[in-house]
Nanobody, 114 residues
Framework: VQLVESGGGLVQPGGSLRLFCATP????????MGWYRQALGKQRGLVAE???????NYADSVKGRFTISRDNAKNTVDLQMNSLKPEDTAVYYC?????????WGQGTQVTVSY
């Protein structure tokens, strides 16, 4: 496993979580770093991604609530999630892409519930 996610857990609606994706240095330099999620019975879909040095892209459902960022000192790609909703419940996966090369982590569970 080359990408390792952490930070998931159980949180109440309206709460916050911060996810971390730890990567080896050579993967941290990949052109696109992103977070995806897959809810039970649904397809995996994009949550947020960093393209190149500063371009970001977010799913409409998380705009204004989630923020993706790099921590260059720690070689992590973080996802700050605020104002969480029950529909954010899913397994969250980190992905790195460079051309045709892709690397995925094993995922971390996020559950938003009372």
């Amino acid at each position: 496993v080359q990408l390792v996610e952490s930070g998931g857990g159980l949180v109440q609606p309206g709460g916050s979580l911060r996810l971390f994706c730890a990567t080896p240095a050579y993967i941290f330099g990949f052109y696109i770093m992103g977070w995806y999620r897959q809810a039970l019975g649904k397809q995996r879909g994009l949550v947020a991604e960093l393209i190149g040095v500063g371009t970001t892209n977010y799913a409409d459902s998380v705009k204004g609530r989630f923020t993706i960022s790099r921590d260059n000192a720690k070689n992590t790609v973080d996802l700050q999630m605020n104002s969480l909703k029950p529909e954010d419940t899913a397994v969250y996966y980190c992905k790195a892409a460079l051309g045709a090369i892709e690397r995925w982590g094993q995922g971390t569970q996020v559950t938003v519930s009372y």
